[in-house]
T-cell receptor, first 111, second 115 residues
Framework: AQKITQTQPGMFVQEKEAVTLDCTYD???????LFWYKQPSSGEMIFLIY??????QNATEGRYSLNFQKARKSANLVISASQLGDSAMYFC????????FGAGTILRVKS | DAGVTQSPTHLIKTRGQHVTLRCSPI?????VSWYQQVLGQGPQFIFQ???????GRGNFPDRFSARQFPNYSSELNVNALLLGDSALYLC??????????????FGEGSWLTVV
């Protein structure tokens, strides 16, 4: 069975600083994918970044980058230059025939 | 192009009642999945439908059922509602059965409150 663990229930970051959101995963599959989603209070799931298990380079999408450490089974999200609009819930998820989500981390950006 | 649309956006039901939630996927997408997100938790997989057939089912009781229509839209039905069914119900649309990269699109969800 696949499992995602997000150990940080909540995080604070100062505007314009970088922040790392932790995600560890467990799977017996050799091929898998990892996602990060942002969920504002409206409820919509917004795709941020994807990393395939065979991708050699860490994924980057604008201010978002994924620190993928396969041997440690971790896929941390790094947000650079935080903005007030980054305040939201963030979910790490693993791909299979379904998405398996972690419990999420609430990020609050302070001005 | 229209994204994934869900209806209704908000609804309140009484314990024991029945509810039907609807989802229209992105044009051309053949897979629809349903997720339940209870407040303070991550979404939990309920069903996946692909080409009008059930392709996956999560750990939910038989009170939960779904179907996919020839136009690939989908309905999620919940019978005999319990207070614990109060949640945000998310629909996800994708072209294929397997997910990869940025190929999954979520609707804005249906907020269900059971009183």
């Amino acid at each position: 069975a696949q499992k995602i663990t997000q150990t940080q229930p909540g995080m604070f970051v100062q505007e314009k600083e970088a922040v790392t959101l932790d995600c560890t995963y467990d799977t017996s599959d050799q091929s898998y994918g990892l996602f990060w989603y942002k969920q504002p209070s409206s409820g919509e799931m917004i795709f941020l970044i994807y990393q395939g298990s065979y991708d050699e380079q860490n994924a980057t999408e604008g201010r978002y980058s994924l620190n993928f450490q396969k041997a440690r089974k971790s896929a941390n999200l790094v947000i650079s230059a935080s903005q007030l609009g980054d305040s939201a819930m963030y979910f790490c998820a693993m791909q299979g025939n379904k998405l398996v989500f972690g419990a999420g981390t609430i990020l609050r950006v302070k001005s | 192009d229209a994204g994934v649309t869900q209806s209704p956006t908000h609804l309140i039901k009484t314990r024991g009642q029945h509810v039907t939630l609807r989802c229209s996927p992105i044009s051309g997408h053949k897979s629809v999945s349903w997720y339940q997100q209870v407040l303070g938790q991550g979404p939990q997989f309920i069903f996946q439908y692909y080409e009008k057939e059930e392709r996956g089912r999560g750990n939910f009781p038989d009170r939960f059922s779904a179907r996919q229509f020839p136009n690939y839209s989908s309905e999620l039905n919940v019978n005999a509602l319990l207070l614990g069914d109060s949640a945000l119900y998310l629909c996800a649309s994708s072209f294929s059965r397997k997910y990869s990269g940025n190929t999954i699109y979520f609707g804005e969800g249906s907020w269900l409150t059971v009183v």
